[in-house]
């Protein structure tokens, strides 16, 4: 069973800047995309950016510029730098790890890191 573990929210300032990080404990199959999702309180879980088996990067309009998702391969790893963060970034952040072992997917969610931008 695949375990992912996230860290790195926090409190922070707007126009601060905060690094999230998500590692995946084990890898069996390869991986398709990997996903930062957030969801703020009476919101629904929206995508915030992802990254392809390629490294093909796509974020959420209101985070272009501002959000750089990246991963480390070879630890299984994936990031999610903030900078100029707004209060409307406040959210509970999750990766999820979508994996391809065809003809099957499997995805897995880490546990969620709060992020919380005061004014």
């Known amino acids: 069973q695949v375990q992912l573990v996230e860290s790195g929210g926090g409190l922070v300032q707007a126009g601060g800047s905060l690094r999230l990080t998500c590692a995946a404990s084990e890898s069996p199959f390869s991986i398709d995309t990997i996903g930062w999702y957030r969801q703020a309180p009476g919101k629904q879980r929206e995508l915030v950016a992802e990254i392809s088996s390629g490294d093909t990067t796509t974020y959420e309009d209101s985070v272009k510029g501002r959000f750089t998702i990246s991963r480390d391969h070879a630890k299984n790893t994936v990031y999610l730098q903030m900078n100029s963060l707004k209060p409307e970034d406040t959210a509970v952040y999750y990766c999820?790890?979508?994996?391809?072992?065809?003809?099957?997917?499997?995805?897995?969610w880490g546990q969620g890191t709060q992020v919380t931008v005061s004014s």
């Open positions: 999820n790890f979508l994996y391809s072992d065809y003809p099957y997917m499997y995805d897995y």
